[in-house]
């Protein structure tokens, strides 16, 4: 059985910094490429950040470039989301996903598993 199980979300003020973890279960984790999505109230959910599997290239929203960074420690089974300079407009429920695939990673319906979610928010 896949489990995607996020963590580290919470109430942080405009500026501040967290960090999300998902740990992987259940799949070879390093023959996924993963991503971060994130879906704020009344909106779609919509593409944060993907990285391949061996973790060498990284890709990134224009909304979070420069202040995201995504990460994974395969030996972990653990990928990462480090944010920087939080905005309110970042506020959201944050979910990671995996897929098998190398293109279209900015789509939802190539992930075929998917975390929970961790419900961060930014105060102005």
């Known amino acids: 059985q896949v489990q995607l199980v996020e963590s580290g979300g919470g109430l942080v003020q405009t500026g501040g910094s967290l960090r999300l973890s998902c740990a992987a279960s259940?799949?070879?984790?390093?023959?996924?490429?993963m991503g971060w999505f994130r879906q704020a109230p009344g909106k779609e959910r919509e593409f944060v950040a993907t990285?391949?599997?061996?973790?060498?290239?990284?890709s990134y929203a224009d909304s979070v470039k420069g202040r995201f960074a995504i990460s994974r420690d395969n030996a972990k089974n653990t990928v990462y989301l480090q944010m920087n300079t939080l905005k309110p407009e970042d506020t959201a429920v944050y979910y990671c996903?995996?897929?098998?695939?190398?293109?279209?990673?900015?789509?939802?319906?190539?992930?075929?598993?998917w975390g929970q979610g961790t419900r961060v928010t930014v105060s102005s």
């Open positions: 990285i391949t599997r061996s973790g060498g290239t990284t």
């Open positions: 259940g799949l070879p984790f390093s023959s996924y490429r």
């Open positions: 996903a995996s897929t098998p695939y190398r293109l279209g990673y900015t789509s939802i319906s190539v992930y075929n598993y």
